[in-house]
């Protein structure tokens, strides 16, 4: 079998990559980590996934624009509130 630059490269696992996807998109790894999530999300289509959807999340959370609510939603959340309450759920009360 034949060796490429490549396999110089540590695979670095799923969890691993996880665990670093905000620090990629903050540019907050150092060259060897960037390089390794880099060539992970290459090839994992997971990751890959998930690392749009965080950056996504990112990119709406650093915008200036605010999100529009569905209309009605703020209502719907407001009485299933009031219907929570209703009910009498219990909640630690501070003594
Ligand atoms: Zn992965």
């Given at each position: 079998m034949e060796r490429?630059?490549?396999?110089a490269i540590v695979e670095m696992t799923c969890?691993?990559?996880?665990?670093?996807?905000?620090?990629?998109l903050d540019g907050n790894?150092?060259?060897d980590e960037y390089i390794r999530v880099d060539a992970h999300l290459d090839h994992c289509d997971h990751c890959s996934a998930i690392?749009?959807?965080v950056r996504n999340v990112v990119v709406l959370l650093g915008s200036?624009?605010?999100f529009q609510?569905?209309?009605?939603l703020d209502e719907r959340l407001h009485d299933e509130l009031i219907r929570v309450e209703a009910?009498?759920?219990e909640f630690?009360?501070?003594s």
């Open positions: 490429n630059q490549q396999s969890m691993q990559v996880r665990a670093l996807i905000v620090d990629y790894l150092g060259l690392f749009d959807g200036d624009e605010l609510v569905p209309s009605g009910r009498g759920t630690c009360e501070p």
